[in-house]
């Protein structure tokens, strides 16, 4: 039988009692630290995360410079897996395509054959059929590691070692961008462009106190030569549509964001008739999903003035926009794409990044230059020490071959004929021991006359060497001009004369267009009749119906009005609360059934009811009156809600209630009571407001308003009767009822409607 797993006894000494709550914040402090320092945010000194600073060093172990063969992909990730990385291969194999994918990386850091995957978001083949190899932006990244630049730390299982953070060259973090989410904070820097960024730095080791505003292009510091850092730079171009100030502020904080467009030009063709075609688009956006979205949206009808699009696309991206005609404005119809699609989309900025391999931040540009900076003098400073010494070690045994070649008959006596020549040596010329060594390992064939001139040569060249490192590591100043050479070698290699060089996105300012007329783009045009019921339910019918007696209601149910309208406009609606609603015409239910009470498409008090609705004309004035006869004038852009809760323009108190909205034409106001007085004033009586009570309009003993109207003097007030007659009374027929505002006005004329309404 075999060993028994359980403990003896009833297993209570194998317990350990633990707090939960202790246990599970120190487990989850670990786990956060660990993905905060060893997954998500990059290092501001190389601008890698660990799993790329992995793949660069095992590419570099492998020799793949890019001037050698290429080799498997599968190779590369298994180095880096079973030497450096505990992690799946898949997760390093992405992180390998992705520093390739030149439409991903604004400077790639491998130089991939094979299927990486494209810009419409397939993805790349098997690692086992691609090969890559290192950039000439890897080696920068690694320039120096050989010479102690950098400090190493044992791997996972303490079998080999690796570098902290790479020598970084070139200025990783900002040229080529990060993101990453960790936990309880993440990081988003797009790319940038290399050029501006060594045209900062310079600036920065110039100027040390220099503000961030310094460091950005503007009208006045701005030269072609040495163009400072103007926005970010994205590998698939695009327009960035982002204020100046937004950009400055952005920098400075560390935080913030830019609207990035894609580029597009209309091209004639023909007869009149023109398409756009889209040439960039905007960085991360799969270009596949992108033309299924606006397909969609052509498909529901959300994008009227588009007939057709089309992905003529081969090595270079090539959307084909075609309008519904050729009478469509492009700007406005790009203006609907942008509003609808990721034809536009808004790329974050959160520099958060690890200072100095430890301690994550948000840091501002010119904090970012400034570690980069730092880093690079610490590794000028420990790559000089590292050859200092070097040439001291080449020098001592340099030393030693002199004074040999000066006795060299001597010495050739001594190894001959002593038993232990080493330590003869040694004592007779003072030689030390890697000096003696030295000589005893030299070859006969050296033993030329011309040897040695080469070994002088050589020591006096190491020596003024020597000299001028030990000056360097002496001076502040001196190092800094080195760096600053150094930047300045790599702005040549990168310069925007260069095709990797050159600046892809480009700067322009969005267009001011009429919110409406986009509006209006984005909503196919069709007429229809809006039906409102007694009861508040509301439909829109199709078509401009001419007879409203063969609309059908709910029991009990009946017509309150009907108007006519198209799609694209707003239907005011007006409560007895004074309150204004807005409803886009295209949102209301359709003609089938009876449509839907008006308190499910707004926020409407359920103690009130609807007293009118009608097509918002943005230039148009209303007149509103209260039962009890207070009003005033308001004009019609200032009642539109952009909320379900509506906008309260007129104020009233229970048991008064809003009753009245009439369109304001003409120069005078005609106002009948329930006690059938009329009165007629002057418009110009009755003030504008945007909100309010408004001023007393005319006076009863009791009861209130019955009917109000607005008209022209001169053309007459008129009415109809029950009879659908039409009366008309002239100013010298209505001289008895013209008086001021607020008086009660006198009994109606003969003829007028007994229900005490205009019509």
């Known amino acids: 039988m075999g060993k028994s797993l359980i403990p003896p006894g009833n297993g209570d000494d194998n317990i350990e009692p633990v707090d939960l709550k202790a246990a599970l914040e120190e487990r989850y402090l670990a786990y956060a630290l660990s993905t905060i320092m060893h997954r998500a945010l990059p290092d501001v000194r190389d601008g890698l995360k660990p799993v790329h600073r992995r793949i660069m060093h095992a590419m570099r172990l492998l020799r793949l410079s890019p001037d050698q063969a290429y080799a498997k992909c599968a190779r590369i990730v298994g180095e880096v897996m079973g030497k450096f990385h505990p992690h799946g291969d898949q997760s390093i194999y992405d992180a390998l395509v992705r520093l390739s994918q030149d439409f991903a990386v604004r400077y790639p850091v491998v130089d991939g054959q094979g299927n990486f995957g494209n810009i419409d978001g397939d993805n790349p083949a098997a ?16 320039e120096g590691i050989t010479e102690d630049a950098v400090d190493f730390r044992p791997t996972y299982n303490e079998e080999d070692e690796e570098p902290i953070v790479l020598p970084g060259a070139f200025p990783n973090l900002l040229a080529n961008g990060s993101s990453g989410i960790a936990v309880g904070m993440a990081t988003s820097i797009p790319p940038h462009n290399v050029s501006e960024l060594c045209a900062a730095a310079l600036h920065l080791i110039a100027h040390p ?13 701005e030269d072609p030569l040495k163009t400072l850092v103007r926005g970010p730079d994205f590998p698939t171009g695009g327009i960035l549509v982002e204020s100046p100030e937004a950009i400055q502020e952005a920098y400075r904080t560390g935080r913030g964001g830019f609207r990035l467009r894609a580029r597009w030009h209309v091209e004639e063709q023909g007869r009149g008739t023109w398409n756009i075609v889209v040439t960039e688009i905007p960085y ?11 397909a969609e949206l052509l498909l529901a009808k959300k994008l009227p003035l588009l007939d057709d699009v089309r992905d003529e696309s081969a090595e270079d991206v090539r959307l084909v926009l075609e309008p519904k005609s050729r009478s469509v404005n492009p700007d406005i119809l790009m203006e609907s794409l942008f509003k609808l ?15 100095n391999g430890k301690v994550p931040n948000v840091l501002s540009l010119r904090d970012v230059l400034k570690q980069w900076l730092e880093h690079r003098k610490d590794v000028l400073i420990r790559r000089s020490r590292h050859r ?14 002199l004074i040999a070649y000066l006795n060299i008959d001597e010495v050739i006596r001594i ?8 330590q003869e040596m040694i004592q007779r010329f003072e030689l030390t021991d890697v000096q003696a060594e030295a000589i005893l390992n030299m070859r006969l064939r050296s033993l030329r006359k011309l040897e040695e001139f080469e070994i002088r040569k050589e020591f006096d060249g190491l020596t003024a060497e020597k000299r001028e490192i030990e000056q360097l590591l002496a001076s502040d100043s001196r190092q800094w001009q080195t760096i600053s050479w150094q930047i300045q070698e790599m702005q040549k290699k990168y310069a925007p004369d260069t095709p990797l060089g050159k600046r892809r996105t480009t700067f322009a300012e969005a267009p001011n267009h009429d919110l409406t007329d986009i509006h209006h783009a984005m909503i196919e045009r069709e007429p229809v009749t809006v039906v409102v019921s007694e009861k508040g339910w509301l439909r829109a019918m199709k078509g401009h ?12 149910d009946k017509l309150k009005l009907a108007f006519h309208a198209e799609t694209t406009d707003r239907i005011l609606v007006l409560t007895t609360g004074g309150k204004f ?5 295209n949102s209301l239910p359709g003609g089938r059934g009876h449509g839907e009470p008006i308190r499910i498409i707004v926020d409407m008090e359920n103690d009130q009811d609807i007293v009118t609705a009608f097509v918002h004309r943005p230039e148009g004035k209303l007149l509103l009156s209260s039962h009890v006869g207070n009003g005033f004038i308001v004009p019609e852009a200032e009642i539109i809600a952009n909320t379900r809760k509506g906008k309260q323009v007129m104020n009233v108190k229970a048991p008064d209630e809003a009753r009245h909205c009439v369109p304001v034409s003409g120069d005078s106001v005609a106002i009948v009571g329930e006690n059938r007085k009329l009165l007629v004033f002057p418009l110009a009586e009755v003030p504008e407001l945007g909100r309010g009570k408004g001023v007393r309009l005319q006076r009863y003993k009791d009861g209130g308003v019955s009917d109000i109207r607005v008209f022209a003097m001169e053309q007459g007030l008129t009415w109809q009767d029950a009879a659908d007659r039409t009366f008309t009374r002239s100013k010298d027929e209505l001289l008895e009822w013209i008086g001021p505002r607020a008086t009660a006005g006198r009994m109606v004329p003969k003829g007028f409607p007994r229900s005490g309404k205009f019509s």
């Open 341 to 355: 699609t990721e034809l536009e989309t808004r790329f974050p900025l959160n520099m958060n990044v690890l200072s």
């Open 388 to 401: 200092l010494g070097e040439i001291e070690r080449r020098l001592e045994i340099l030393g030693g071959m």
């Open 127 to 142: 690692m086992r059929y691609t090969e890559a190899r290192m950039t000439d932006v890897a080696m920068l990244l690694l």
């Open 209 to 221: 106190d220099a503000e961030v505003e310094a460091l950005l292009a503007t009208a006045e510091n």
């Open 545 to 556: 119906l001419a007879d409203f007696s063969a609309l059908t209601f709910k029991e009990g």
């Open 284 to 294: 991360q956006v799969q270009k596949s999903r992108l033309i299924e979205k606006i």
């Open 581 to 585: 609603h807005t409803i886009g015409a």
């Open 415 to 422: 190894i001959r004929e002593e038993d232990d020549p080493k």
